[in-house]
Protein backbone atom coordinates (compact mmCIF):
# COMPACT_ATOMS: atom_id res chain seq x y z
CA UNK A 1 0.00 0.00 0.00
CA UNK A 2 1.20 3.34 -0.40
CA UNK A 3 -0.39 6.70 0.03
CA UNK A 4 0.71 10.31 -1.20
CA UNK A 5 4.81 10.63 -0.26
CA UNK A 6 5.04 13.57 2.50
CA UNK A 7 7.44 16.10 1.14
CA UNK A 8 9.38 18.25 3.57
CA UNK A 9 12.26 20.26 3.12
CA UNK A 10 11.96 19.51 -0.50
CA UNK A 11 12.89 15.64 0.16
CA UNK A 12 10.08 12.92 -0.76
CA UNK A 13 9.21 10.87 2.16
CA UNK A 14 7.78 7.41 0.92
CA UNK A 15 4.54 6.77 2.38
CA UNK A 16 4.88 2.63 2.46
CA UNK A 17 3.88 0.05 5.05
CA UNK A 18 6.81 -1.71 6.35
CA UNK A 19 5.73 -4.99 4.04
CA UNK A 20 6.07 -2.78 0.79
CA UNK A 21 9.45 -1.28 2.14
CA UNK A 22 10.71 -4.71 2.51
CA UNK A 23 9.66 -5.32 -0.94
CA UNK A 24 10.77 -2.26 -2.02
CA UNK A 25 14.43 -3.59 -1.13
CA UNK A 26 13.97 -6.71 -1.13
CA UNK A 27 13.15 -6.58 -5.72
CA UNK A 28 15.88 -4.09 -5.84
CA UNK A 29 18.55 -6.96 -7.14
CA UNK A 30 19.59 -5.98 -10.36
CA UNK A 31 20.49 -2.37 -10.13
CA UNK A 32 22.03 -0.10 -8.02
CA UNK A 33 19.98 1.46 -5.08
CA UNK A 34 20.23 3.59 -1.77
CA UNK A 35 17.91 4.22 0.39
CA UNK A 36 18.32 5.64 3.91
CA UNK A 37 15.47 6.35 6.62
CA UNK A 38 14.58 9.93 7.88
CA UNK A 39 13.51 10.72 11.09
CA UNK A 40 12.91 14.41 12.55
CA UNK A 41 16.89 14.22 13.75
CA UNK A 42 17.66 13.49 10.03
CA UNK A 43 15.48 16.71 9.14
CA UNK A 44 17.07 19.09 11.43
CA UNK A 45 20.19 17.83 10.35
CA UNK A 46 19.90 17.86 6.50
CA UNK A 47 18.30 21.52 7.19
CA UNK A 48 21.33 22.97 8.19
CA UNK A 49 23.67 20.35 5.71
CA UNK A 50 23.47 21.01 2.30
CA UNK A 51 25.62 18.10 1.13
CA UNK A 52 23.17 15.24 3.54
CA UNK A 53 20.48 17.09 1.69
CA UNK A 54 21.52 16.58 -1.80
CA UNK A 55 22.18 12.64 -0.84
CA UNK A 56 18.98 12.43 0.71
CA UNK A 57 17.09 14.41 -2.21
CA UNK A 58 19.23 11.39 -4.63
CA UNK A 59 18.16 8.34 -2.65
CA UNK A 60 15.70 5.97 -3.96
CA UNK A 61 13.50 5.81 -1.36
CA UNK A 62 13.73 8.12 2.17
CA UNK A 63 11.59 5.82 5.01
CA UNK A 64 9.64 7.53 7.35
CA UNK A 65 11.05 6.37 10.52
CA UNK A 66 9.75 7.69 14.05
CA UNK A 67 6.72 9.80 15.64
CA UNK A 68 8.27 12.84 14.55
CA UNK A 69 7.51 11.91 10.78
CA UNK A 70 4.15 10.60 11.52
CA UNK A 71 3.78 13.95 13.59
CA UNK A 72 5.02 16.18 10.32
CA UNK A 73 2.79 13.71 7.99
CA UNK A 74 -0.61 14.59 10.19
CA UNK A 75 0.40 18.58 10.86
CA UNK A 76 1.03 18.45 6.88
CA UNK A 77 -1.82 17.14 5.63
CA UNK A 78 -0.34 13.76 4.30
CA UNK A 79 -1.18 11.14 7.18
CA UNK A 80 1.97 8.49 7.36
CA UNK A 81 1.11 5.07 6.70
CA UNK A 82 3.58 3.27 8.80
CA UNK A 83 6.71 3.77 10.60
CA UNK A 84 9.42 2.32 8.77
CA UNK A 85 12.53 2.10 11.06
CA UNK A 86 15.99 -0.02 10.17
CA UNK A 87 15.82 -1.58 13.69
CA UNK A 88 11.79 -3.15 13.10
CA UNK A 89 12.55 -3.67 9.68
CA UNK A 90 16.08 -5.24 10.36
CA UNK A 91 14.71 -8.89 11.36
CA UNK A 92 12.17 -8.73 8.81
CA UNK A 93 14.78 -8.28 6.14
CA UNK A 94 16.65 -10.85 7.64
CA UNK A 95 14.01 -13.67 7.41
CA UNK A 96 13.70 -12.26 3.93
CA UNK A 97 16.82 -12.88 3.11
CA UNK A 98 16.80 -16.45 4.89
CA UNK A 99 13.82 -17.37 2.40
CA UNK A 100 15.56 -15.90 -0.81
CA UNK A 101 19.51 -16.47 -0.20
CA UNK A 102 20.43 -13.06 -0.72
CA UNK A 103 22.81 -11.70 1.64
CA UNK A 104 23.86 -8.76 3.64
CA UNK A 105 26.86 -7.15 4.57
CA UNK A 106 27.17 -5.29 7.69
CA UNK A 107 29.52 -2.18 8.36
CA UNK A 108 29.45 -0.17 11.03
CA UNK A 109 29.42 -0.31 15.14
CA UNK A 110 32.43 -0.70 17.47
CA UNK A 111 35.11 -3.76 16.81
CA UNK A 112 32.73 -6.63 18.02
CA UNK A 113 29.32 -5.73 17.56
CA UNK A 114 29.04 -6.57 13.82
CA UNK A 115 30.15 -10.09 14.45
CA UNK A 116 27.39 -10.04 17.33
CA UNK A 117 25.01 -9.29 15.18
CA UNK A 118 25.31 -11.77 12.97
CA UNK A 119 25.61 -14.60 15.36
CA UNK A 120 22.16 -12.83 16.34
CA UNK A 121 20.95 -12.94 12.36
CA UNK A 122 22.34 -16.97 12.68
CA UNK A 123 20.45 -17.42 15.93
CA UNK A 124 17.32 -15.88 14.71
CA UNK A 125 16.85 -17.69 10.77
CA UNK A 126 18.61 -20.36 11.29
CA UNK A 127 20.68 -19.43 7.93
CA UNK A 128 24.18 -17.32 6.91
CA UNK A 129 22.08 -14.67 5.97
CA UNK A 130 25.73 -12.23 7.14
CA UNK A 131 27.90 -12.39 4.06
CA UNK A 132 30.60 -10.13 5.74
CA UNK A 133 31.20 -7.16 8.51
CA UNK A 134 33.53 -4.59 9.51
CA UNK A 135 33.42 -2.37 12.09
CA UNK A 136 33.11 1.52 11.53
CA UNK A 137 36.19 2.78 13.06
CA UNK A 138 38.62 2.55 10.14
CA UNK A 139 41.08 4.98 8.78
CA UNK A 140 40.83 6.75 5.22
CA UNK A 141 44.09 4.01 4.81
CA UNK A 142 41.91 1.02 5.36
CA UNK A 143 38.69 2.09 3.41
CA UNK A 144 40.17 0.35 0.25
CA UNK A 145 40.55 -2.86 1.80
CA UNK A 146 36.87 -2.17 3.64
CA UNK A 147 35.63 -1.45 -0.29
CA UNK A 148 37.18 -4.52 -1.03
CA UNK A 149 35.73 -6.66 1.66
CA UNK A 150 32.19 -5.51 0.56
CA UNK A 151 33.08 -6.58 -2.60
CA UNK A 152 34.24 -9.67 -2.37
CA UNK A 153 31.96 -11.17 0.30
CA UNK A 154 28.95 -10.84 -2.76
CA UNK A 155 26.33 -9.57 -0.82
CA UNK A 156 23.27 -8.21 -2.22
CA UNK A 157 22.72 -5.89 0.47
CA UNK A 158 24.94 -3.61 2.18
CA UNK A 159 23.84 -1.67 6.34
CA UNK A 160 26.15 0.96 6.87
CA UNK A 161 25.78 1.95 10.70
CA UNK A 162 27.86 4.97 11.67
CA UNK A 163 25.66 7.09 12.39
CA UNK A 164 23.52 10.10 10.61
CA UNK A 165 24.87 11.69 8.59
CA UNK A 166 28.28 10.10 7.66
CA UNK A 167 26.85 6.63 7.15
CA UNK A 168 24.96 8.28 4.07
CA UNK A 169 28.01 10.71 3.04
CA UNK A 170 30.43 7.29 2.84
CA UNK A 171 27.92 5.60 0.80
CA UNK A 172 27.68 8.62 -1.65
CA UNK A 173 30.77 9.52 -1.53
CA UNK A 174 32.17 5.32 -2.51
CA UNK A 175 28.17 4.69 -4.15
CA UNK A 176 30.19 4.00 -7.54
CA UNK A 177 32.79 1.57 -5.88
CA UNK A 178 30.50 -0.14 -4.15
CA UNK A 179 29.35 -3.24 -5.64
CA UNK A 180 26.41 -3.88 -4.10
CA UNK A 181 22.92 -3.75 -5.15
CA UNK A 182 21.31 -1.52 -2.17
CA UNK A 183 22.92 -0.04 -0.02
CA UNK A 184 21.07 1.61 3.42
CA UNK A 185 22.05 3.73 6.63
CA UNK A 186 21.04 1.87 9.26
CA UNK A 187 22.33 4.29 12.18
CA UNK A 188 22.69 2.68 15.68
CA UNK A 189 20.55 -0.45 14.74
CA UNK A 190 23.72 -2.86 15.40
CA UNK A 191 23.70 -1.38 19.00
CA UNK A 192 20.38 -2.96 19.54
CA UNK A 193 20.77 -6.44 17.62
CA UNK A 194 24.92 -6.93 19.81
CA UNK A 195 22.53 -6.40 22.75
CA UNK A 196 25.25 -3.72 23.84
CA UNK A 197 22.12 -1.35 24.59
CA UNK A 198 18.72 -1.76 25.09
CA UNK A 199 15.86 -1.31 22.93
CA UNK A 200 12.70 0.45 24.30
CA UNK A 201 9.55 -1.81 25.82
CA UNK A 202 7.20 -2.35 23.09
CA UNK A 203 4.60 -0.13 25.19
CA UNK A 204 7.13 3.06 24.52
CA UNK A 205 7.53 2.23 20.89
CA UNK A 206 3.83 1.62 20.24
CA UNK A 207 2.39 5.24 21.37
CA UNK A 208 5.90 7.05 19.69
CA UNK A 209 7.88 7.63 22.93
CA UNK A 210 11.28 5.53 22.02
CA UNK A 211 12.82 8.74 21.39
CA UNK A 212 12.57 9.22 25.59
CA UNK A 213 14.25 5.61 26.14
CA UNK A 214 16.86 6.40 24.31
CA UNK A 215 17.80 9.64 26.04
CA UNK A 216 17.46 7.71 29.40
CA UNK A 217 20.11 5.76 28.19
CA UNK A 218 22.58 8.05 26.19
CA UNK A 219 21.84 11.36 28.05
CA UNK A 220 25.06 13.08 27.57
CA UNK A 221 24.76 11.97 23.95
CA UNK A 222 21.31 12.34 23.17
CA UNK A 223 19.75 15.63 25.02
CA UNK A 224 20.53 17.51 22.14
CA UNK A 225 19.10 15.60 19.70
CA UNK A 226 16.26 15.01 21.41
CA UNK A 227 15.38 17.78 23.78
CA UNK A 228 16.34 20.71 21.76
CA UNK A 229 15.90 19.08 18.30
CA UNK A 230 12.58 17.96 18.93
CA UNK A 231 11.83 21.77 19.69
CA UNK A 232 13.26 22.68 16.59
CA UNK A 233 11.52 20.34 14.55
CA UNK A 234 8.02 20.95 16.08
CA UNK A 235 8.63 24.89 15.38
CA UNK A 236 9.96 23.88 11.52
CA UNK A 237 6.73 22.02 11.02
CA UNK A 238 4.84 24.89 12.87
CA UNK A 239 6.37 27.33 10.42
CA UNK A 240 6.03 25.12 7.28
CA UNK A 241 2.10 24.79 7.61
CA UNK A 242 2.12 28.58 8.68
CA UNK A 243 3.46 29.73 6.02
CA UNK A 244 0.72 26.96 3.68
CA UNK A 245 -1.97 27.89 5.31
CA UNK A 246 -0.98 32.08 4.73
CA UNK A 247 -0.14 30.98 1.36
CA UNK A 248 -3.77 28.81 1.19
CA UNK A 249 -5.71 31.98 2.38
CA UNK A 250 -4.13 34.72 0.30
CA UNK A 251 -4.86 32.85 -2.98
CA UNK A 252 -8.96 32.78 -1.90
N1 LIG B 1 29.92 4.70 14.56
C1 LIG B 1 30.80 4.10 13.69
N2 LIG B 1 31.87 4.81 13.26
C2 LIG B 1 32.09 6.11 13.63
C3 LIG B 1 31.15 6.72 14.52
C4 LIG B 1 30.07 5.99 14.96
O1 LIG B 1 30.62 2.95 13.32
O2 LIG B 1 33.08 6.70 13.19
C5 LIG B 1 28.75 3.92 15.03
C6 LIG B 1 28.52 3.91 16.53
O3 LIG B 1 29.36 2.95 17.13
C7 LIG B 1 27.04 3.56 16.59
C8 LIG B 1 26.48 4.20 15.33
O4 LIG B 1 27.59 4.52 14.51
O5 LIG B 1 26.86 2.17 16.53
C9 LIG B 1 25.71 5.48 15.54
O6 LIG B 1 24.61 5.25 16.32
P1 LIG B 1 23.52 6.38 16.55
O7 LIG B 1 22.55 5.82 17.49
O8 LIG B 1 24.13 7.70 16.86
O9 LIG B 1 22.88 6.46 15.09
P2 LIG B 1 21.95 7.57 14.51
O10 LIG B 1 20.82 7.68 15.49
O11 LIG B 1 22.78 8.81 14.40
O12 LIG B 1 21.53 7.08 13.19
Known amino acids: MQRQDLELLGLSITNVTMERALEMVMDCAGERHTMHFVNAHCINIAAKDPEYHRILSQADALFA ?33 ARSGKRLFLLGAAPGIAQQVADWTKEHTGSEVVAGYHHGFFSSAEE ?30 LRDRLDVPVCMGVGGLFDFYSGSISRAPKWMRSVGIEWVWRLCMEPHRMWRRYIVGNVVFIVRIARIRFTRVHKESATE
Open 144 to 173: SSVVESIHSSGADLLLVAMGVPAQEKWIAR
Open 65 to 97: DGSGIRFAGKWLGTPIIDNVNGTDMFPLLCQAC
